[in-house]
């Protein structure tokens, strides 16, 4: 088992903070951040598995902040069909096979992992995107281009769009994802 910590730089002092046991096909986290709606600061605590190509297949996630606790289980086949643990299907993130958290830099591992760019190469996908504290699951577009086997420009496809380089490590494990991450 591997720990991974993360601290979010986006808001001066110090927004988050991310502690995450990643083994071979399992992920635990804990992560401390502000709201940036306003709120409170809240404590996300999630567990993600997924197959030995990097399909997502199982997510949990609790959010504890002072308005409360609230709760999400989602599954997935690993092809692109999503439910919810009481196995009511949902359609809107048909065809999502990466999940997409807010606020952690780990889930951009999935697409970069899964998708076995080559230099130069880039993609387009949709993807199932989560932000705490509301964990309301939402179909989001977004870019990867393998820049080369240490970086990866991310591009946000929706609304105000958004892109950055990240450096990964030899395990596509983000180490700096500008103005937002940074491993500590």
């Known amino acids: 088992m591997r720990t991974l910590d993360w601290e979010g730089i986006w808001h001066a002092p110090t927004a988050s903070w991310e502690s995450l046991q990643l083994d ?19 404590q996300l605590d999630y567990q993600l598995e997924w197959d030995d190509q990097w399909r997502l297949r199982e997510a949990h996630f609790s959010v504890e902040s ?10 997935t086949d690993g092809d ?10 949902l359609e809107d993130l048909g ?19 899964r998708l076995h760019l080559a230099d130069g190469e880039r993609r ?20 990867y281009t393998r820049i080369d086997a240490h970086h990866y420009r991310y591009e946000n496809l929706e609304g105000t ?6 450096s990964v490590d030899d395990d596509g494990l983000v180490i700096d994802y ?4 940074r491993r500590a």
């Open 80 to 89: 692109g069909h999503w439910q919810n643990a009481e196995g009511d299907s």
């Open 66 to 75: 002072a308005r409360g606790t609230h709760q999400l289980h989602l599954l």
């Open 124 to 143: 387009e996908l949709a993807v199932v995107y989560l932000e705490a504290p509301a964990l309301k699951p939402v179909r989001m577009r977004q870019g």
């Open 178 to 181: 500008p103005t937002l991450f």
């Open 161 to 166: 769009q958004f892109q950055a380089v990240l």
């Open 95 to 113: 065809g999502c096979l990466d999940i997409d958290i807010w606020p952690s830099p780990f889930t951009n591992t999935f697409p970069i992992r």
């Open 24 to 42: 071979e096909r399992r992920a635990e986290s804990q992560l401390r951040a502000i709201d940036e709606a306003g709120g409170p600061s809240y």
